[in-house]
């Protein structure tokens, strides 16, 4: 009889740890949920605003001066802070922009800093539609 009580409380740690890994993850993923609806609205609006700054200053084309790089560093912070809180396709595209801006930020030219732009745009549409994602989960 004590041999299947041991066999029973093994069985019952096994399970128990198990259930609390199962716990831990489904905490962890409600946390980044939470974290993500509430974040994602703002950094959206911080790279929007950065974009339009953006376009502003490059409409001269010969442009490319202090003031565009100092708007891509401000985009290239606001990507850091996204990196971590979305889906990994957007992830790529995020970190794929953010490998070209701190390329080109060096040694920007006109046509770099236009790319640069059209693609921070293309994130931008990205975020909006996976905003409307998340509204529409759960």
């Known amino acids: 009889m004590a041999e299947w009580l041991e066999y029973g409380a093994a ?9 609390t890994i199962w716990i831990l993850g489904s905490i962890r993923r409600i946390s980044r949920e939470f974290l993500l609806r509430a974040r994602i609205p703002q950094i959206l609006r ?16 010969n442009n490319v001066d202090r003031e565009v790089v100092t708007r891509l560093s401000l985009c290239e912070a606001v990507l850091k802070d996204l990196r971590g809180k979305i889906k990994r396709d957007l992830r790529r595209s995020s970190v794929r922009l953010l490998s070209k801006i701190k390329a080109k930020k060096g040694n920007l030219s006109p ?12 994130l ?7 905003r409307e994602d998340i509204k529409w989960s759960r």
């Open 11 to 19: 069985i019952s740690s096994i399970i128990s740890l198990m259930v």
């Open 46 to 61: 911080s790279l929007q605003k950065n974009a339009s700054e953006l376009s502003k200053l490059l409409k001269d084309v």
């Open 111 to 122: 046509d770099d800093a236009w790319d640069i732009y059209n693609d921070l745009q293309a």
């Open 124 to 130: 931008i549409e990205s975020l909006k539609y996976f």
